[in-house]
């Protein structure tokens, strides 16, 4: 077993709260994602699982025992930096092995290891170099190996591939998920990408100024976002959020006459992804296009509807001037309707019927 639960977690520097009364549990063997910006104490959070911070409140539990006042080295469990930390005067071999070391492991046990662990990780033809004669992927794959050889059954990593350019990043994500699937690792993973938490993840938290927005599967945040922070911040591009107002017809968004549905629309905000929305032939919402982007398998159309802008995903190249008048449309049921004060979900979102953008 190797479960973390955190428990009314709070971290305070002086009199900045840095986390704020967090709760939530890492089961066995699960790939667990804390995402936020920055600043937003994903980091701190990791830090006090590992013991390099003091609880100021709560408590952190691992495997049912409490270790809120244990040291790090007692926790056993292993960490991947941000910076690979690794020593520039040891050969990779060095590097990977010196925890063992420390601990004095004997020698044959080491090299047991450090002969699995290179081949997991594609290092078992550079153990004889330095730091500074590898790539930056084959520098993670060593700070990889360096938190595995351990055998300690849970990994912290805190932004391990924020160095490593996109083409790297996707290769290493690849790695880094079937090693801990491999292994059978609980690894508790920092990361302000959610390309990597909704790639990756078991489960993510989604952490706001040291405290938790949303928890839930990767398909959770992106199907039922709990607020519009959660919706911003999960999706390639962002959803669209616009304001709505009334009109005699029902609600609009503002500034525009297309109704979308009966009854009130002031005082509530509606998403809706890029994705989802399309570009109809009649019906739907009347918009103008005011640029558009070719990226090969899309292209991304920015609108304006009324007083608002929104952005469409649509598949293939598309030739659309600025100034162009188009008509959008989108199903009922990809909308997202929040309260437009609080930036909380609605609860059932007030679908009264089909979205008249839905007709086309």
Aim: with cysteine; proline share 4%.
């Amino acid at each position: 077993m190797s479960e973390i639960v955190l428990d009314k977690v709070t971290k305070r520097f002086g009199k900045v709260t840095a986390v704020d009364s967090v709760s939530f549990r890492a089961q066995a063997g699960k790939f667990v994602v804390l995402l936020g910006p920055s600043g937003c104490g994903k980091s701190t959070l990791l830090r006090l699982i590992a013991g390099l911070e003091d609880v100021s409140d709560g408590r952190i539990l691992i495997d049912g025992a409490d270790v809120s006042r244990l040291s790090p080295e007692k926790r056993r469990v292993s960490m991947v930096f941000q910076s690979y930390a690794l020593f520039p005067h040891l050969t990779t071999e060095e590097n990977i092995v010196f925890g063992l070391k420390v601990r004095r492991v004997p020698e044959e046990e080491r090299r047991r290891r450090l002969a699995h662990v290179a081949a997991q990780v594609g290092l078992a033809e550079l153990l004889d170099r330095k730091p500074q004669q590898l790539s930056g992927g084959q520098r993670q794959r060593v700070a990889l190996a360096r938190a595995i050889i351990a055998e300690n059954r849970i990994c912290l990593m805190d932004e391990p591939l924020s160095n490593l350019d996109a083409q790297l990043r996707h290769g290493m994500r690849v790695e880094i998920r079937g090693l801990q699937q491999r292994l059978g690792m609980t690894v508790v993973y920092v990361t302000h990408d959610q390309v990597e938490a909704m790639s990756m993840a078991d489960r993510v938290v989604l952490i706001r100024d040291g405290r938790i927005e949303q928890e839930g599967s990767p398909e959770e945040l992106y199907a039922r976002p709990a607020t519009t922070f959660a919706a911003r911040f999960i999706g390639t591009p962002a959803m669209n959020l616009v304001a709505l107002s009334d009109s005699p017809s029902g609600a609009v968004v503002r500034g525009s006459a297309d109704a979308l549905f009966e009854g009130r629309g002031e005082g509530f905000v509606l998403g809706v992804r890029p994705e989802h929305v399309r570009l109809a032939d009649s019906g739907g919402v009347a918009a103008t296009v005011t640029s558009s982007e070719y990226h090969g398998a899309d292209t991304i159309v920015t609108v304006k509807v009324g007083d608002e802008t929104l952005l469409v995903r649509a598949p293939g190249q598309l030739s659309l001037a600025a100034g162009e008048p188009v008509r959008l449309a989108w199903d009922a049921a990809s909308q997202h309707l929040f309260d437009a004060a609080t930036g909380v979900r609605v609860a059932g979102d007030r679908q009264p019927g089909r979205l008249a953008a839905a007709a086309d």
